[in-house]
């Protein structure tokens, strides 16, 4: 690819949480440079103050140590804040924009925004693109410097090529030629001083050595002036490649305002990081193995030519299916660890894992499983189904169940010892005459309140006698005539 040692980058601005769109984006460089036995450096672009949201850097941070990634410059590795932080390099901007200036390459622009709101507002009107007339672009340096000094507010715009292609090659999309009479000039440092995210962006790459920037589509018209601006400066700009976004299942892309899942929220519904980060690995690109990988894996078979340019969908039933991979990957050891100390002694909680380990889809079923298979209190019967479903519909087989049932299922529990399901279950067909499904999808629901599970003989040996009492009991009152549903 390029003799240089391979440097990718990921570098979101701190206003908010990374959803499955960026993260992808952090994904991707960083499996590249893995991949290449290069660097991948963690850039906090937060040179716009406005935008940037207490403690974003922090959570950033978490949220991509949870998901296993690491970089070797960024925040939290007691590196000077000059390594990572945008804003921790505003002398050195400054520095480039007064060379930019003297060279001829940037211009002052005193163009108010009611001016350029106008020349918008006609540009529309007109049908075309909008984009800045070059009103300043003429003006005398000295004469701008010195209505500069003078204090009247002033923007810097690069000064682009008035005619011809200003081309580059995508590692994801291939050749690419803009026709420069097309671009205006782009803002470098906003009229306020603050630098624009073209200039800082491109600037702090160069800098650091970055060779490859993967990033989202959106980027890909503010790649051919970074281009110009960094040839101008007698830089080597990175080689860019500009994946397709990733969608909601609307078709518009991932955003924090939209509502995209963040890290902390599928954290909180018990997604593993495994599971996250094979999704996104596989999201808009082809990893050849189908199996669950770590970091380092996934590294290995990383190839940029299999990364797409159309939308990638999101898809939580993609992102399912890779939990479902992970959860059962899961160590016992991890799951008495999420377990926490309740419910009960060791030997308690260990049984309870192996019980339902093989039914959880997240670690949040594990705790669920726990009240359900424990918990005397469990103060109404819920059963399971899709969010909206018929909570009574899903309960018919408890009502149904023929009368006294259920009194007779506890009192022949009651009566027996501990015992292997072999052997109960005739005892308890016998006492209920009834076989099959009509035993045991009645009996399971009033225990559980699932319809799917773990093997019924095994919750009834597990249960507390107390709570499957309590539940049994609770089961027959629904059962009774006339009983309103429970649910
Ligand atoms: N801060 C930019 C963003 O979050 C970075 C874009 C890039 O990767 O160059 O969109």
């Not at 671009?183 to 160069?206: E, I, K, T």
């Amino acid at each position: 690819m390029t003799a240089l040692p391979v440097r990718t980058r990921f570098a979101p601005s701190p206003t908010g949480l990374l959803h499955a769109g960026n993260l992808r984006t952090a994904l991707f460089n960083l499996l590249l440079a893995r991949h290449c036995d290069g660097e991948f450096l963690l850039r906090i672009e937060d040179s716009d103050a406005s935008r940037e949201q207490a403690d974003a850097v922090a959570a950033i941070v978490a949220d991509l140590r949870w998901l296993g990634f690491d970089w070797d410059t960024g925040p939290s590795l007691g590196q000077p804040e000059s390594a990572w932080r945008q804003s921790a390099r505003r002398e050195r901007h400054a520095d480039v924009l007064r060379q930019l200036l003297v060279q001829g390459h940037a211009y002052r622009c005193f163009c108010t925004p009611e001016r350029l709101a106008e020349l918008r507002a006609a540009q529309q009107r007109a049908g075309s693109a909008p984009r800045y007339d070059g009103h300043c672009a003429g003006l005398d340096s000295h004469e701008a410097r010195a209505r500069t000094e003078a204090g009247e507010p002033a923007a810097i715009r690069l000064r682009l090529p008035a005619a011809g292609h200003i081309e580059f090659e995508d590692v994801v999309r291939g050749r690419q030629a803009v026709e420069a009479r097309h671009l205006g000039d782009p803002v470098l440092q906003r009229a306020d001083g603050s630098a624009a995210f073209l200039f800082a962006n491109a600037m702090d790459d160069a800098d650091a050595g970055i060779t490859h920037v993967i990033r989202g589509e959106d980027h890909l018209s503010n790649t051919p002036r970074q281009i110009v601006l960094l040839q101008a400066l007698g830089l080597e700009p990175p080689r860019y490649g500009h994946v397709g976004l990733v969608v909601d299942a609307a078709g518009a892309p991932l955003s924090k305002r939209r509502g995209a899942p963040g890290v902390e929220s599928l954290a909180r519904d018990g997604y593993r990081p495994a599971a996250i980060v094979n999704y996104l690995a596989r999201l808009g690109s082809g990893v050849e193995s189908d199996g669950l990988l770590d970091i380092d894996a996934l590294a290995e078979r990383f190839e940029v030519g299999r990364l797409g340019r159309g939308p990638a969908r999101f898809d939580l039933a993609q992102l399912d299916h890779w939990q479902g991979l992970a959860m059962a990957d899961a160590s016992t050891a991890e799951l008495l660890e999420h377990l926490g100390p309740t419910p009960g002694s060791a030997e308690k909680r260990e049984r309870l894992v192996a019980l339902v380990r093989r039914n959880l889809s997240t670690m949040g079923d594990l705790d669920d499983w726990a009240v359900r298979l424990c918990d005397p209190d469990l103060p109404v019967l819920t059963p399971d189904g899709s969010p909206g479903a018929d909570a009574s519909a899903l309960l018919a087989p408890v009502r149904e169940a023929p009368a006294g049932f259920f009194d007779t299922v506890r009192a022949t529990l009651d009566a027996r010892a501990p015992e292997d399901w072999a052997t109960l279950r005739p005892a308890l067909e016998a006492a209920t005459g009834c076989r099959g499904g009509r035993l045991m999808k009645p009996l399971r629901l009033a225990l559980t309140g699932y319809a799917h599970g773990p093997a019924i003989g095994d919750i009834i040996d597990f249960m507390p006698a107390d709570t499957r009492r309590a539940r049994l009991q609770r089961a027959a009152a629904m059962a009774a005539p006339g009983a309103q549903p429970d649910a």
